[in-house]
């Protein structure tokens, strides 16, 4: 069996996202919400604002939170120590509900997935937490020994 040339391969995948008609435009109104949060840019052309979350340490143990963006890239933060908070800077996007995360470059990046925790609570359910809920109604999230949830 002979295998498609590398080059030929790339020509042909390349251009399937413009072909799909706009698959990864999440301003779409038909774009059924499992496939919205799984593109790339989080809305791109919509006005995404600031929803900072506070993170409240109310255990013993340092806390961190795991942040997968889409296409499954997952940024940990820094820890939390025991008695302390930290804010995360998330975005939403009210029209559509995307929630997302600035990258390096400026750009909203939709978030898929939320946990937080000591790295074994994280390890053992690393998108456990209501993550829409939380940044565009809770805003505050709190640990304890048994974990983390929203006020």
Not at 68 to 83: E, F, Q
Not at 97 to 115: F, P
């Amino acid at each position: 069996m002979r295998l498609l040339d590398p080059v030929l391969a790339l020509a042909l995948i390349l251009p399937m996202p413009a072909l799909a008609g706009g698959l990864y435009d999440t301003t779409r109104p038909d774009l059924p919400d499992w496939l919205r949060s799984h593109n790339y840019l989080a809305a791109p052309d919509a006005p995404a604002k600031a929803a900072p979350v506070d993170v409240e340490n109310r255990s013993s143990a340092p806390v961190l939170c795991q942040i997968t963006l889409a296409h499954w890239y997952m940024i940990r933060t820094d820890p939390v120590p025991a008695g302390g908070s930290e804010t995360l800077p998330f975005r939403f996007e009210p029209q559509s509900g995307t929630v997302s995360w600035l990258n390096a470059a400026g750009e909203d990046m939709a978030v898929e997935g939320l946990s937080c925790g000591t790295s074994a609570q994280i390890d053992a359910r690393p998108t456990g937490l209501p993550f829409h809920r939380i940044v565009a109604q809770a805003r505050i999230l709190t640990c304890t020994s048994q974990g983390c949830g929203a006020q």
